[in-house]
C-alpha cells in the first residue's frame, strides 16, 4: 500500500539488517533440527496453528484483552474527526477506531491487514491529551498500521515461539519417553534443548531490537505526517510521566502489550534492562524528536 508516510532510511536498514540476522538464526535452527531429529512436525504444526491464530484474529484477540469496543463517528466525534483528516493527508485507508474503557493512558494498532487494521485508545489517554497531542499518538498508530508493522512483529517472533516450544517438548519427552530407548536419546534431546534455547535467546534479542526501531520509525513518519514532532514529545512525556504514577501491580495485566503499545506499561527500570525493552527510553524518543523539530524547522 502506498501512502505519503515517508519512510526513513536509515531507520529501515537497520530493521532489514535485523530481519536478516533473524533469517540467518534461524536457518541455522531449521538445518541443525533436520540433523539432530527425525521428525519434529507436531512441534512445527503446533507454533504453525499459534502464527495462524495470532495473524488471522489478532484484532479480535487484542480488542477481547482489552476490553475495548469498536466505536462510532457519533460516539467518539473527536477520535474519527482526528483519525479522518490524517488519513486523508496520509492517503490510506481509514482504520476501525475502537476505545478501551481505562485509565491506563495509552494506544495501539493491530490487525492483520490495512483492511482489517484496528487503531485503539483509552479513555485515559483521550482525557489527559489535548487535540494536537492526541494528533500526535494516532499519527505514530496510524504509521504502524501503514507499515503493517503488526504483521512484521508476528513473522518475526515465529520461530523464537517455535524455538521456546521444541524446548519445552524436548524437556518433557526426555523426561517422560520411553524405558529402553531413552539412555539412546537423552543426549540428542539434550543437544536439541540446548540449539532450541540458544535460538530462543538470539532471537528474543533481535526481536525487542526490531521492536524499538519500529518505535522510532513510527515517531518518525508520525511526526513528518503532522509537521509537529513537539506535539508527539509532549503526548510521550505527559504518558510517560503518569503511567510511572500507576502502582506495579496495576500495571502487569496490560504488560502482555507492551510490544504494541505507544508507551509501555511499566514503572522504573534498570539501565541494564532496555537491551529487554520493547520501546526505546523515553529521552532517546524525546531526542530523535527534537532532533527532527530542528529538521522540519517547526516553531514550538
Not at 538445518?31 to 512441534?43: D, G, H, M, N, W
Not at 492526541?134 to 496510524?142: C, I, R
Request: net charge positive; hydrophobic share 50%; proline share 4%.
Amino acid at each position: 500500500m502506498r501512502t505519503r508516510f515517508r519512510p526513513d532510511r536509515q531507520l529501515t536498514v537497520r530493521m532489514l539488517a535485523t530481519l536478516v540476522l533473524l533469517t540467518l538464526v534461524y536457518a541455522a535452527f531449521v538445518a541443525a533440527l533436520v540433523l539432530l531429529v527425525k521428525s519434529v512436525a507436531l512441534v512445527v504444526l503446533i507454533a504453525g496453528g499459534l502464527l495462524f491464530a495470532q495473524y488471522w484474529f489478532a484484532d479480535r484477540i487484542a480488542l477481547r484483552a482489552m476490553n475495548a469496543r469498536i466505536v462510532t463517528p457519533e460516539e467518539a466525534p473527536r477520535l474519527h474527526g482526528i483519525v479522518d483528516r490524517l488519513c486523508a493527508t496520509a492517503d490510506m485507508p481509514k482504520p476501525r477506531l475502537a476505545v478501551a474503557d481505562t485509565e491506563l493512558p495509552n494506544a495501539f494498532a493491530t490487525g492483520r491487514s490495512t483492511d482489517r487494521a484496528v487503531v485503539c485508545v483509552t479513555t485515559g489517554l483521550m482525557r489527559r491529551l489535548d487535540t494536537e497531542e492526541l494528533e500526535g499518538v494516532l499519527a505514530h498508530e496510524l504509521s504502524h498500521v501503514a507499515h503493517r508493522d503488526v504483521v512484521v512483529m508476528t513473522i518475526a517472533s515465529f520461530l523464537g515461539v517455535l524455538a521456546g516450544l521444541v524446548v519445552r517438548f524436548s524437556f518433557y519427552s526426555g523426561t517422560f519417553g520411553g524405558g529402553r530407548s531413552r539412555d539412546n536419546t537423552f543426549p540428542v534431546v539434550l543437544l536439541v534443548m540446548a540449539v532450541s534455547a540458544a535460538v530462543y535467546v538470539l532471537s528474543f534479542l533481535l526481536v525487542r531490537a526490531l521492536s524499538r526501531y519500529r518505535e522510532l520509525a513510527a515517531d518518525r513518519a508520525g511526526s513528518i505526517l503532522t509537521g509537529r514532532p513537539s506535539a508527539l514529545a509532549s503526548a510521550l512525556t505527559r504518558v510517560t510521566g503518569d503511567i510511572g504514577r500507576i502502582p506495579t501491580r496495576d500495571l502487569r495485566a496490560a504488560q502482555a502489550f507492551n510490544a504494541f503499545f505507544f508507551a509501555p506499561a511499566l514503572g522504573a527500570q534498570p539501565s541494564v534492562m532496555h537491551l529487554l525493552a520493547t520501546h526505546p527510553t523515553l529521552q532517546q524518543r524525546l531526542d530523535r524528536l527534537a532532533a527532527l523539530s530542528t529538521e522540519l524547522g517547526e516553531e514550538v
